[in-house]
T-cell receptor, first 115, second 113 residues
């Protein structure tokens, strides 16, 4: 089915390396969200796009984190100079609507391990 | 600020037992939405239900039912006649004007055969 896809599924980076995580939302979904999920915890919000506009980036933990969605479809989350505390699963979700909070559909996540 | 509390970290039941997962939320918004998601061992979050703050009617869907009570800020989830395939982590979440989801810490449900 045409769900949310993410790549790569697993990424191992050495501390200090830059990484780029990709998200392909469900076709036609206007809203796109990134979340970070630490082991044994619930997902935590990072950033939100409506089409190509980044409307909320209040959850990004530092200026090493950067996200973009230049054409309003595919999104990339970039982490510069990775640190061990960045190790987590990064989840992407998309949603149909612009207004009321519609249900978000999640991808399988990218598990990032920083060594 | 919004907060979701799932006090039950782990629950273990035997197949065919009923089980209720608790969720308590905090928000200052008068309009908000509540969600339940399931995260099986494969890791992908699966949407189960969305309810808005104006609709306190309980809902039943097959073996699943939800009890929303604004007076106690609770949105509990019951699985009737549990099955082994119900084993997963269940998350309650809240969304308001900011549209982002605020998740609880999850409840690990294990259904034993």
């Amino acid at each position: 089915g045409a769900g949310v896809s993410q790549s790569p599924r697993y990424k191992v980076a050495k501390r200090g390396q830059d990484v780029a995580l990709r998200c392909d939302p469900i076709s036609g979904h206007v809203s796109l969200f990134w979340y970070q999920q630490a082991l044994g915890q619930g997902p935590e919000f990072l950033t939100y796009f409506q089409n190509e506009a980044q409307l909320d980036k209040s959850g990004l933990p530092s200026d090493r984190f950067f996200a973009e969605r230049p054409e309003g479809s595919v999104s990339t989350l970039k982490i510069q100079r990775t640190q061990q505390e960045d190790s987590a699963v990064y989840l992407c979700a998309s949603s149909f609507g612009r207004t009321a909070p519609y249900e978000q559909y999640f991808g399988p996540g990218t598990r990032l391990t920083v060594t | 600020a919004q907060k979701v509390t799932q006090a039950q970290t782990e629950i273990s039941v035997v197949e065919k037992e009923d089980v209720t997962l608790d969720c308590v939320y905090e928000t200052r918004d008068t309009t908000y939405y509540l969600f339940w998601y399931k995260q099986p061992p494969s890791g992908e979050l699966v949407f189960l239900i969305r309810r808005n703050s104006f609709d306190e009617q309980n809902e039943i869907s097959g073996r699943y039912s939800w009890n929303f009570q604004k007076s106690t800020s609770s949105f509990n989830f019951t699985i009737t006649a549990s099955q082994v395939v119900d084993s997963a982590v269940y998350f309650c979440a809240l969304s308001a004007i900011t549209r982002q989801l605020t998740f609880g810490s999850g409840t690990q449900l294990t259904v034993l055969p």
